[in-house]
């Protein structure tokens, strides 16, 4: 396979026997999280040095290997689109990462071809924005929740004080998720859930630990029970919540399906046909839901979350963009009691300052397909089961595409709209392209501005003495060391 790929001019690592280049990566991460870094410097050496230095070494169509699968990089936009658009040759990568990953990446983002269809026709409905703009109330109630929290602690401190900001921002995103999924509070049972699914994301490691040893998931490692331990307790209370909600329905207790939440839908065909199911069926669609549940909470409140993070840590290093979008709120929103998607929509710095965090902290830093069949791509052929990775992050951080100014905080590029951000039509894409885009890219754009408009209304922030710049990437980039700000109340 690696004479394959040379004789068509495509350059990389020589292949080491069953690991490939999984020792002498796990080797540069261990070396870059060993340390913080400045505020200002490049984050990419840090989030990617094993992509980094074969792209650096080798070119924008080069390889290296994941265990004994190939993973050529390759940087085209064009390219990149017409991988994602064609959802049934290229295939979502999770099927080939470690065991305990998979536990995580379940649900509709593991489903392909007709099945994926069926299943993302299902829940399209729940993410237009015409199902979304009543939940704008809810939504403003879990960020009153947790601002609330941080006046007390300021109150405390004269009107200000240190807090480290990610810990909170988990909280209200996780308290909307579970207003969207199970139109419920913040229950003890709903955090302990997510917390465990965080904790499975530490130990899943899919930046470094995509490739497994055959029979990996059954080797007795600490990592392994305690994976296990959390998997089944998530399972255990999807399936309670499931069970307490066909009770509901059943007793009539619920509306009758009229507001209908996420659970209502991944459980649908339990509500009309559950006393008719064969128990084989009936265990099928359980597991469907609890899948659905797991990637629905693992990706929603990560996400949100860590892009929330960064915006504070941003716009703590860059007062005057801080300063500009609160004069922004104050003059759209004013003393507003209800806050629609219309004042969110007039809040331009804000969209400006959200799109320039999506492109320098993106949900996800690469998209990776495994390709399904021999295929040709641009001038390649690439063999089927390679593993084909578009690192975003360089993209991203492209001055050829983003102009001499790509790695700075900027969101002055977004001022004409995202089309006009970039030199030429390259596309920009932090939530995907093509027909599996993000299904809840809507949502979380909604709950991280309303968030922003009503954090600027309440608060100054700037960054504590003790704070650490030091991205860390399992899934999602996240501080290492957290996130301590110092919060004055206005």
Same mark, same amino acid.
């Given at each position: 396979m690696e004479r394959f790929f040379r004789k068509q001019g495509? %350059?990389? #690592?020589?292949?080491? !026997?069953?690991?490939?280049?999984? +020792?002498?990566? #796990?080797?540069?991460?261990?070396?870059?999280?060993? &340390?913080? @870094?400045?505020? #200002?410097?490049? @984050? *990419?050496?840090?989030?990617?040095?094993? @992509?980094?230095?074969?792209?650096?070494?080798?070119?924008?169509?080069?390889?290296?290997?994941?265990?004994?699968?190939?993973?050529? !990089? !390759? $940087?085209?936009? #064009? $390219? $990149?689109?017409?991988v994602l658009s064609d959802f049934r040759k290229y295939h979502k990568s999770f099927k080939v990462i470690n065991p305990i990953a998979r536990m995580l990446v /379940?649900? *509709?983002?593991?489903?392909?071809?007709?099945?994926? /269809? %069926?299943?993302?026709?299902?829940?399209?409905?729940? !993410?237009?924005?015409? %199902? *979304? +703009?009543?939940?704008?109330?809810?939504? &403003?109630?879990?960020?009153?929740?947790?601002?609330?929290?941080? &006046?007390?602690? /300021?109150?405390?401190?004269?009107? %200000?004080?240190v807090i480290d900001v990610l810990p909170y921002l988990e909280v209200y995103t996780s308290s909307v998720l579970a207003q969207l999924m199970f139109s419920s509070t913040y229950t003890p049972h709903i955090k302990q859930t997510f917390y465990k699914l965080s904790e499975l994301e530490k130990l899943g490691k899919l930046a470094t630990d995509t490739f497994a040893l055959p029979g990996q998931k059954y080797f007795p490692t600490k990592k392994n029970r305690r994976a296990k331990e959390i998997d089944k307790f998530v399972r255990d209370s999807f399936i309670s919540m499931t069970n307490e909600r066909l009770e509901k329905r059943k007793a009539g207790e619920d509306n009758g399906g009229i507001n209908q939440d996420l659970l209502d839908i991944f459980i649908g065909e339990l509500y009309d046909n559950d006393e008719n199911l064969k128990d084989r069926d009936r265990r099928r669609i359980i597991e469907d839901v609890i899948a659905q549940c797991k990637i629905f909470f693992f990706a929603g409140f990560g996400s949100s979350s860590n892009v929330l993070c960064w915006t504070m840590i941003m716009l703590s290093v860059h007062k005057n963009w801080q300063v500009r979008a609160r004069e922004e709120v104050v003059k759209v929103l004013g003393n507003k009691n209800e806050i629609t998607s219309n004042d969110l929509g007039q809040l331009k710095v804000v969209t400006m300052i959200v799109n320039e965090m999506l492109r320098l902290y993106p949900p996800t830093m690469e998209f990776s397909r495994v390709v399904d069949e021999e295929t040709t791509l641009g001038n390649y052929v690439i063999p089927k089961d390679t593993l084909i990775t578009c690192p975003i992050l360089l993209l991203n951080r492209s001055t050829k595409i983003w102009g001499e100014d790509a790695k700075e905080f900027n969101p002055e590029r977004f001022a004409e709209g995202v089309v006009k951000a970039t030199k030429g039509p390259t596309p920009y894409l932090p939530f995907g392209w093509g027909p599996r885009i993000c299904i809840a890219q809507n949502f979380a754009i909604l709950e991280i501005k309303l968030f922003l408009a009503l954090l600027l209304l309440n608060f100054s922030f700037q960054l504590s003495p003790d704070y650490k710049h030091a991205p860390h990437v399992d899934f999602t980039i996240h501080p290492q060391y957290g996130a301590p700000l110092v919060l004055n109340e206005l």
């Amino acid at each position: 396979m690696e004479r394959f790929f040379r004789k068509q001019g495509m %350059k990389g #690592n020589s292949y080491k !026997f069953l690991f490939g280049d999984m +020792k002498e990566a #796990n080797l540069m991460y261990e070396k870059v999280y060993s &340390k913080p @870094i400045g505020v #200002n410097d490049d @984050i *990419l050496p840090r989030l990617m040095p094993n @992509i980094l230095d074969t792209v650096e070494k080798y070119g924008n169509y080069s390889f290296m290997w994941s265990g004994p699968r190939p993973r050529v !990089f !390759f $940087l085209d936009p #064009n $390219l $990149l689109k017409e991988v994602l658009s064609d959802f049934r040759k290229y295939h979502k990568s999770f099927k080939v990462i470690n065991p305990i990953a998979r536990m995580l990446v /379940t649900g *509709l983002a593991s489903m392909e071809g007709d099945e994926w /269809t %069926k299943s993302r026709s299902k829940m399209n409905p729940a !993410f237009q924005m015409n %199902k *979304l +703009k009543p939940m704008l109330p809810a939504i &403003k109630v879990c960020c009153e929740d947790m601002l609330r929290e941080w &006046k007390e602690m /300021t109150s405390k401190g004269g009107g %200000k004080s240190v807090i480290d900001v990610l810990p909170y921002l988990e909280v209200y995103t996780s308290s909307v998720l579970a207003q969207l999924m199970f139109s419920s509070t913040y229950t003890p049972h709903i955090k302990q859930t997510f917390y465990k699914l965080s904790e499975l994301e530490k130990l899943g490691k899919l930046a470094t630990d995509t490739f497994a040893l055959p029979g990996q998931k059954y080797f007795p490692t600490k990592k392994n029970r305690r994976a296990k331990e959390i998997d089944k307790f998530v399972r255990d209370s999807f399936i309670s919540m499931t069970n307490e909600r066909l009770e509901k329905r059943k007793a009539g207790e619920d509306n009758g399906g009229i507001n209908q939440d996420l659970l209502d839908i991944f459980i649908g065909e339990l509500y009309d046909n559950d006393e008719n199911l064969k128990d084989r069926d009936r265990r099928r669609i359980i597991e469907d839901v609890i899948a659905q549940c797991k990637i629905f909470f693992f990706a929603g409140f990560g996400s949100s979350s860590n892009v929330l993070c960064w915006t504070m840590i941003m716009l703590s290093v860059h007062k005057n963009w801080q300063v500009r979008a609160r004069e922004e709120v104050v003059k759209v929103l004013g003393n507003k009691n209800e806050i629609t998607s219309n004042d969110l929509g007039q809040l331009k710095v804000v969209t400006m300052i959200v799109n320039e965090m999506l492109r320098l902290y993106p949900p996800t830093m690469e998209f990776s397909r495994v390709v399904d069949e021999e295929t040709t791509l641009g001038n390649y052929v690439i063999p089927k089961d390679t593993l084909i990775t578009c690192p975003i992050l360089l993209l991203n951080r492209s001055t050829k595409i983003w102009g001499e100014d790509a790695k700075e905080f900027n969101p002055e590029r977004f001022a004409e709209g995202v089309v006009k951000a970039t030199k030429g039509p390259t596309p920009y894409l932090p939530f995907g392209w093509g027909p599996r885009i993000c299904i809840a890219q809507n949502f979380a754009i909604l709950e991280i501005k309303l968030f922003l408009a009503l954090l600027l209304l309440n608060f100054s922030f700037q960054l504590s003495p003790d704070y650490k710049h030091a991205p860390h990437v399992d899934f999602t980039i996240h501080p290492q060391y957290g996130a301590p700000l110092v919060l004055n109340e206005l």
